[in-house]
């Protein structure tokens, strides 16, 4: 088993920053892949970015390229979304995930997930 915990989210006027963190425990040494996902209420789970739990290989959603960086420091088990130029778009509960064998955008390939933390942008 992994265990996920999120912090880092709150209220930003647009055009803020936000730095979410992911800190995993258990298991670590069985990850692959760890995935940044959203969901705004009424929406579908939303792939954000990627990223491999020891290459540093990133993925992002295009809607969010140029403005957030996902990156980890495998001393500190932790995974962190750098989020800039933020946007009332970018509302939502951001949830971190991961994955034994997978690294992408199809949450159904993850297996362990975090409680969310939830990021809200006011205009």
């Known amino acids: 088993q992994v265990q996920l915990v999120e912090s880092g989210g709150g209220l930003v006027q647009a055009g803020g920053s936000l730095r979410l963190s992911c800190a995993a425990s258990?298991?670590?040494?069985?990850?692959?892949?760890m995935g940044w996902f959203r969901q705004a209420p009424g929406k579908e789970r939303e792939f954000v970015a990627a990223i491999t739990w020891s290459g540093g290989w990133t993925t992002y959603t295009d809607s969010v390229k140029g403005r957030f960086t996902i990156s980890r420091d495998n001393a500190k088990n932790t995974v962190y979304l750098q989020m800039n130029s933020l946007k009332p778009e970018d509302t939502a509960v951001y949830y971190c995930?991961?994955?034994?064998?997978?690294?992408?955008?199809?949450?159904?390939?993850?297996?362990?997930w975090g409680q969310g933390t939830q990021v809200t942008v006011s205009s």
């Open positions: 258990g298991r670590t040494f069985s990850v692959y892949g």
């Open positions: 995930a991961a994955s034994q064998q997978y690294i992408g955008s199809n949450y159904r390939r993850y297996d362990y």
